[in-house]
Structure formats: structure tokens, C-alpha cells
């Protein structure tokens, strides 16, 4: 099950890792939201827009 698959508590209680940190900055997945935080802030981020950001992120672009 990938993160973005969940829409509840009972389903994110599945996944093996709710989330990551390195350092300060951290990320973890709640339902419907993701929370990306580092010592002093913490930003909530809808999944459907999370995975829209991740998806431009990693896609293949040509250059000119």
C-alpha cells in the first residue's frame, strides 16, 4: 500500500512507515493530509495536491 492510499487512520495504520525525517525536516502522512515540518514550522498539504506536486517533480521533462 503506497501512502497516498489512504483515507483513514485504519489504513494508514497499515503502512510500515508513516513517515520519514532526516535531521530536522520530516514528513508524515496523515488522512488526506501530509505534513512536511522541520524544528520550527510544520505545513499541511492535501494528498491529492501532495501527489500532483511529487508527480511534476519526478516526471521526465524534455529541455530546449
Known amino acids: 500500500m503506497k501512502p497516498c492510499d489512504c483515507?483513514?487512520?485504519?489504513?494508514?495504520?497499515?503502512?510500515?512507515?508513516?513517515?520519514l525525517g532526516f535531521n530536522e525536516?520530516?514528513?508524515?502522512?496523515?488522512?488526506?493530509s501530509v505534513f512536511i515540518s522541520n524544528s520550527t514550522t510544520e505545513l499541511r498539504i492535501s494528498q491529492k495536491?501532495?501527489?500532483?506536486?511529487?508527480e511534476w517533480y519526478l516526471e521526465d521533462q524534455e529541455t530546449d
Do not use: C, H, M, N
Open 25 to 32: 525536516w520530516s514528513i508524515t502522512v496523515k488522512p488526506l
Open 7 to 19: 483515507y483513514d487512520s485504519v489504513t494508514a495504520g497499515r503502512l510500515r512507515e508513516q513517515g
Open 49 to 54: 495536491l501532495f501527489k500532483q506536486f511529487a
